[in-house]
Structure formats: structure tokens, C-alpha cells
């Protein structure tokens, strides 16, 4: 009898009895079989539901099998499927019958869609923590060796994936590393490092180095890549003395591929394999790839090595670092500055002021602040944003003093920019460069630049000015803002531009949750009712706007009054 009938059968009895509890499990499993995709779905996310009430021995028996000729579905139902299954040992009577969900995994694993063979992957690597190294040996083994020998190159993916979980023999996937489908020695690759971390170092000398070499060899750069993650975790392993003769060549070939995808891995890698080769090596080696990686002609590469600039030279050796990055480094970085892509300007952006903090005060004001300066003025707001964001790490080198004379300027020339686009960009950025440099240091020198916002002639401007004021008032407290930014804007209502009378309101809409009921009450709802007798029919539509939205934050015997007020001007 199917798992299906026995279970509406079961549904049945139960009813017979008043006990109707087993009837939605009986609907859920139909609704394995059903056409609507979401039905199957949402019943493959309650799988776990279907198996409690099953018991641990049908679910072995029946629930298993049945998912196990269902395989043939949607992709998004076998995700779900291969995920669920991953969670499956105790409802299958815990890890003594742990291996009872294989034969479903295995059959996901070897399916065309890659999102479902990797959970499926995934899922048994998961279980197969819970098998005896008995089971192992006796259920995993097999499966492992099954999959490697597939017809399929999904099955063979697959397989490459769950040597790393056991001590097996490395005959399968060494054919798996030359294994005549490119995606099964792209498998291979990615997953080589993983499994030399099992092995015996011996074994990693004799036989994983052999492979490594030969991946990173491959015809196709789409191997060849992957096979640079491996370069990391093998150069992990090895001692000091093995790493010039095992490993360099191979990596000295991959920095100076044909291929801008593998010279790119390398360069997003760079870190990680300067960790792993040691200060000798990265001396001799390592700083002359990294300087023909921030030349490269391909600006993908340059804009990834660009990126690990202060990482670099952050772990170079200490007793010549500054020496290094002088003399090799930072003429490539004064290269960059001026870029012709503007992704290689903006990665190099958001590091380079790291570097203040490595070279010290000196060198900083002489070699580095121009260029911050060229990168405050570059044409991309990216570039702009990223310098201004990592303003605190020069700050604390060379102090706020020293920042004012020289970058400030600068952003100060932006904010009166005749481009109301590029106004808009430093806008933008001022809470945070605020954050940066304190409130007295701001009210010394920016705040009056804020307030010239608001009466632009750009609306955009001084919408964005609006909002920059609540922004500043969130970061600097509400007694700040009575003090500096209120009176000044309230002033604002008796200008005779309607516009800047417009922006009053607009502004004390923006202010009053941010500035509290106390602000809000006693300084602007008087100027706000003031400014329902304006001449400008515009202005008084919008005070009514004001009323109602500072409403909530008013103390509440002026509600009364302000409901009253919005009553008469509905009559109006």
C-alpha cells in the first residue's frame, strides 16, 4: 500500500474516532503530487511536520522512498528538499540510522541545476558528520565512489565536494582533477585546498602538489583561477623551507597569466597569499607582482589590487615597510589617483587613507595629502564619498588642525560648486564628515556652509539641506540644535523670498520629532501659526501641512488648539 493511501487511510480512522489531527499531514503529502508548484513547496518546508507524525521508522521506510522517486521536480522544490534533508538524523532515528538519508542526497547531487546539487552536497557533508567511521566506511565510501564515476559531469561535481569529509583514497580524484569536462576540473580546483588540509603533509608534497601544478596549468582560465584559492590553503600548510620550490613558480605564473580572470584572482587573493608565503618570501616575490598588478593593463585588475593596497602594506615586513612602500608602492598609487576608470579610482579611495596611519605624520602631509586632495576633487561622487568616509583615519594621525588647512578647503570649494549636482553630493556626505570632526570643530567651520543650503536656488538643494539638518540634529542632540540650528532657521519666516519662507516649514517639519516636544511647543508651533496669515497662498497650504505633522509631537492641550486652527483653514 503507497505512503499516500496508508496515510489518508490513517486520516480516516482518525476522524472515525473525533481525533482529526493526522488529516492536514495527509493533505500535505498530496500536495507532493499536486501541479502548483508553490503547493509542492510550502509541503517540502514541512517535511520535518510529515515525519514527526509519522514516526522515525515509517519515515525510513515509506516518507524516504517516496521523496526519493519525487526527485524529478522544480529546482526551487529540490533546493528546498535537499536543505530539509540535511536536518533530517534525529527524525530518522538518529545517527545509527543516519544513513538511511543518502539515497534521496545522492539523487539530488547528481541534477542538472548547481544551486541544488551544492545543498545537496552541502546537506551530506552535514550528515555525514553523524556516521560511525564503521558507516562510513560501509554507506559514504560508496556513495563518494559512485558519484566520481557518474556518466554524468553533474554527478562527478558533485563528488568533488565530499572527498575532504574522510580519509579516502586519492585515486578518484585525481582522475576527477583531469577529468575531460571543464566543470568538473573547475570542481576540482575549488575544492583541492580543502582536501590537502585532510591529508598527510607527505601526501601533500608527493601527490596534491602534482595536481595543484598541473590545475593551474589547465587550458581552460576559468580552472586555472580556482586553482589560486588552492595556492592559499596548500601554501598554509607547508613549511617555510618547501614554499620556493613547491609552490612560487606556480604562483609566479598565475600573476603573470595570459588571462586577466586568474591575474585578478590573484590580485583579490593577494593578502591572503601574502600571509600564507611569509615576509621572506612577499620581500622578494611578492612586491614586484604586486606593483605589475596595480599597473595592469586590464582595469579589473588594477581596481582589485587597488583594493588590498593597505592590507599589503599593512603586513609587509616592519623593519623596511616604510622603506617598501615608498620607494615601490606609492609611485603606483600616485598612478592610480589619476586613473582613466573610475571603479580603480574609487577602490583605491576607500583604503588609501589607511595608509596615513602606517607612513606617520611626516610623510603623510607630504606625500599623501595631495593626493586626498586630487580625490576630493575627482569628478566621481564615489571617489568623493570614500575619501570623506575614511576622513577619522587621518585625523588621528595628523590632527584636526592641520586636516583644516588642507582638505577642508576643499570640501568647502565642492559645497559652492556651480554645479548644483556636485552641492548635492557634499550634502550628502556632511553627517558623516560631521561625525568625524566633532560638533565645536563643526560649528567653527561648516555649520554656516549648512545654512547657506537652505536658501539655494535649487530646490533639490534645499530639500537636501532639509534633510541634513535632522541628520545633524540625530547625531549632535536636540540642545545643540536649540542652540545653533533653530533660532537660524525660524529667522527664516520673516525673509522676503516666499521660497525661504517655505523652507521654514519644511525645515521644522524635519526638526520636530528630532528637536522633542519641548522645542517643537514653545519655539516652533508659534512661528508656524505666525506664518498662517502669510500673504502667499502657497505658504499658508503648507503651514496647514506643518500643523499636522508636528501634531503628534506637541504637547497635548495645544493639539486641541492646532485641530481648531486646521478647521479653519479647511473653511478657507
Known amino acids: 500500500m503507497s505512503l499516500l493511501v496508508c496515510l489518508f487511510g490513517i486520516s480516516k480512522m482518525a476522524g472515525a474516532d473525533g481525533d482529526d489531527s493526522l488529516y492536514p499531514i495527509a493533505v500535505l503529502i498530496d500536495e507532493l503530487r499536486n501541479e502548483d508548484v508553490q503547493l509542492r513547496l510550502n509541503s517540502i518546508k514541512k517535511l520535518s511536520t510529515i515525519a514527526l507524525a509519522l514516526g522515525v521508522e515509517r519515515t525510513r521506510t515509506e516518507l524516504l522512498p517516496f521523496l526519493t522517486d519525487t526527485i524529478y521536480d522544480e529546482d526551487e522544490v529540490l533546493l528546498a528538499l535537499a536543505e530539509q534533508l540535511g536536518n533530517f538524523t534525529m527524525l530518522v532515528g538518529g545517527p545509527e540510522y543516519v544513513h538511511c538519508l543518502l539515497p534521496p542526497l545522492e539523487s539530488l547531487a547528481t541534477v542538472e541545476e548547481t544551486v541544488v546539487r551544492d545543498k545537496a552536497v552541502e546537506s551530506l557533508r552535514k550528515i555525514s558528520q553523524e556516521h560511525s567511521p564503521v558507516d562510513l566506511e560501509v554507506h559514504f565510501e560508496p556513495l563518494v565512489k559512485r558519484l566520481a564515476s557518474g556518466d554524468w559531469f553533474t554527478s562527478r561535481t558533485s563528488a568533488c565536494g565530499l572527498f575532504s569529509v574522510f580519509m579516502y583514497d586519492d585515486m578518484h580524484f585525481r582522475t576527477l582533477c583531469s577529468d575531460d569536462t571543464p566543470m568538473v576540473r573547475r570542481a576540482a580546483a575549488s575544492k583541492l585546498g580543502e582536501f590537502a588540509k585532510v591529508l598527510e603533509l607527505d601526501y601533500v608534497k608527493s601527490d596534491i602538489i602534482s595536481l595543484f601544478t598541473a590545475l593551474a596549468s589547465d587550458e581552460q582560465d576559468s580552472v586555472r583561477l580556482l586553482a589560486v584559492e588552492a595556492c592559499v590553503s596548500i601554501a598554509t600548510l607547508l613549511p617555510q623551507e618547501d614554499l620556493e620550490t613547491l609552490v612560487m613558480p606556480t604562483l609566479r605564473q598565475a600573476a603573470e597569466d595570459k588571462s586577466w580572470r586568474v591575474r585578478y584572482m590573484v590580485a583579490d587573493k593577494f593578502s591572503e597569499l601574502q600571509k600564507a608565503v611569509g615576509p621572506e618570501i612577499t620581500k622578494n616575490d611578492l612586491v614586484p607582482a604586486f606593483q605589475n598588478l596595480l599597473k595592469d593593463c586590464e582595469a579589473e585588475v588594477r581596481a582589485a589590487a587597488a583594493n588590498k593596497v593597505k592590507e599589503f602594506c599593512e603586513n609587509l615586513p616592519e623593519d623596511n615597510r616604510e622603506q617598501i612602500i ?142 541634513n539638518l535632522m541628520k545633524l540634529v540625530e547625531k549632535f542632540g536636540a540642545e545643540w540644535a536649540q542652540n545653533t540650528i533653530v533660532p537660524k532657521v525660524l529667522g527664516m519666516a520673516n525673509d522676503p523670498n516666499y521660497l525661504h519662507r517655505m523652507t521654514t516649514l519644511f525645515c521644522i517639519n524635519a526638526l520636530s520629532e528630532a528637536c522633542g516636544q519641548d522645542i517643537t511647543t514653545k519655539q516652533m508651533l508659534p512661528v508656524v501659526l505666525k506664518m498662517s496669515n502669510d500673504q502667499v497662498a502657497n505658504v499658508r497650504f503648507n503651514v496647514a501641512k506643518s500643523l499636522q505633522k508636528i501634531g503628534p509631537v506637541l504637547d497635548s492641550k495645544y493639539v486641541v488648539f492646532v485641530i481648531a486652527k486646521l478647521d479653519v483653514f479647511y473653511l478657507q
Open 326 to 467: 615608498m620607494t615601490h608602492i606609492l609611485p603606483c598609487v600616485k598612478e592610480l589617483v589619476s586613473d582613466t576608470n573610475q571603479h580603480v579610482k574609487s577602490a583605491l579611495a576607500s583604503v588609501i587613507m589607511g595608509l596615513s596611519t602606517i607612513l606617520g605624520k611626516d610623510n603623510t602631509i607630504e606625500h599623501l595629502l595631495p593626493l586626498f586632495l586630487a580625490q576630493l576633487k575627482d569628478e566621481c561622487p564615489e571617489v568623493r564619498l570614500n575619501i570623506i568616509s575614511n576622513l577619522d583615519c587621518v585625523n588621528e594621525v595628523i590632527g584636526i588642525r592641520q586636516l583644516s588647512q588642507s582638505l577642508l578647503p576643499a570640501i568647502v570649494e565642492l559645497a559652492e560648486d556651480a554645479k548644483w549636482r556636485v552641492r548635492l553630493a557634499i550634502i550628502e556626505y556632511m553627517p558623516l564628515l560631521a561625525g568625524q570632526l566633532g560638533v565645536e570643530f563643526f560649528d567653527e567651520k561648516l555649520n554656516t556652509l549648512c545654512m547657506a543650503w537652505l536658501i539655494d536656488h535649487v530646490y533639490a538643494i534645499r530639500e537636501a539641506a532639509t534633510c
